[in-house]
């Protein structure tokens, strides 16, 4: 193996730049709007959603934001019950926020 090769431990910038941390940053971005102003903005088609189903949205927005965050965060490889614990914690926002009397 070369000296400055890469290896498949290696940390990936790219991926723990973009995947790890921008990509939850705009999800939990989305998120706390939601839950700060309680609405959603609406489409075309959909109107927007207001009140306690708004925050229910930015919950699992926040869910989905920790779970990009902890399978693209490379560093979390060698933590893997860290990123066990952070997955399980964003799949339970995400189903709190979705399913409704969670």
């Known amino acids: 193996m070369p000296l400055f090769s890469k ?5 990936d910038r790219y991926k723990t730049g973009c995947v790890g941390i921008l990509l939850p940053v705009f999800a939990a ?10 609405r959603t903005p609406g489409g075309v088609r959909y109107r927007p959603t207001v009140g306690p189903e708004a925050v229910e949205w930015g919950i699992a927005a926040l869910g989905v934001a920790l779970f990009v965050h902890a399978w693209g965060f490379e560093p979390y490889r060698r933590h ?7 997955n399980v914690i964003g799949i339970v926002m995400f189903l709190k926020g979705v399913i409704r009397g969670l």
């Not at 290896?7 to 940390?11: A, T």
């Not at 706390?32 to 102003?37: F, G, K, Y």
């Not at 893997?80 to 952070?86: E, S, Y």
């Open 7 to 11: 290896g498949s431990n290696d940390d």
């Open 80 to 86: 893997p019950w860290i990123r066990a614990i952070l």
């Open 29 to 38: 971005a989305y998120g706390i709007s939601a839950i700060i102003r309680q």
